[in-house]
């Protein structure tokens, strides 16, 4: 396993983001599977002790869109069509384990799927996604951060 290129300020990955999970997602080419581990933290709550759907939602869509990074750390697309199952409570302050894999890939877009597990191994929530390439207009964006989209270690964490 190999660990995936983080940025700057992605509320997901973004390493210089104060207000974001710092996830680091690992590709697992031999099983054509991502994976990841987080804590969500109680602010993040949609009630007591339960992590909001949204930010459920936004883990698995970028878990699921990274498996288009299993091969390729370049291999950046967006989410067209996201469909999110949740199937219990998701808890915060406990550690979470995400899976994305990728169904099928063409050049131009890609159906992929992702599982969230509380520290059990139950499934809390599932996702299956569409993911296209990026308009002009982002992918214009984004290569002023693509010198930030990169493995960072330790010692490079702020």
């Given at each position: 396993?190999?660990k995936q290129?983080?940025s700057?300020f992605?509320?997901l990955c973004?390493?210089?983001?104060?207000?974001g999970?710092k996830?680091e997602?690992?590709?697992d080419t031999?099983?054509?599977?991502v994976?990841?581990?987080?804590r969500?933290p109680?602010?993040?709550?949609?009630y007591?002790?339960?992590v909001h759907?949204?930010?459920v939602?936004?883990?698995?869509?970028e878990t699921?869109?990274?498996?288009?990074?299993?091969e390729?750390?370049d291999?950046?697309m967006?989410t067209?069509?996201?469909?999110?199952t949740?199937?219990?409570?998701?808890?915060?302050?406990?550690?979470?384990?995400?899976?994305g894999?990728?169904?099928r890939?063409?050049s131009?877009r890609a159906?992929?799927?992702?599982?969230?597990?509380?520290?059990?191994?139950?499934i809390t929530a599932?996702?299956k996604a569409?993911v296209?390439?990026?308009?002009?207009k982002i992918k214009?964006g984004?290569?002023?951060?693509?010198?930030y989209?990169?493995?960072?270690?330790d010692k490079?964490?702020p």
């Amino acid at each position: 396993m190999h660990k995936q290129p983080s940025s700057r300020f992605c509320f997901l990955c973004g390493k210089e983001n104060d207000s974001g999970l710092k996830m680091e997602w690992k590709s697992d080419t031999e099983n054509q599977r991502v994976i990841a581990r987080v804590r969500v933290p109680d602010h993040f709550n949609g009630y007591p002790g339960v992590v909001h759907g949204g930010i459920v939602a936004a883990i698995l869509d970028e878990t699921a869109g990274r498996a288009t990074l299993l091969e390729d750390d370049d291999n950046l697309m967006v989410t067209l069509k996201l469909e999110i199952t949740y199937r219990q409570p998701t808890p915060t302050e406990e550690e979470l384990t995400v899976v994305g894999w990728p169904t099928r890939i063409t050049s131009r877009r890609a159906l992929v799927e992702g599982e969230l597990f509380n520290q059990k191994g139950e499934i809390t929530a599932t996702c299956k996604a569409v993911v296209v390439r990026p308009p002009e207009k982002i992918k214009a964006g984004w290569e002023q951060e693509k010198q930030y989209w990169k493995v960072y270690n330790d010692k490079e964490m702020p």
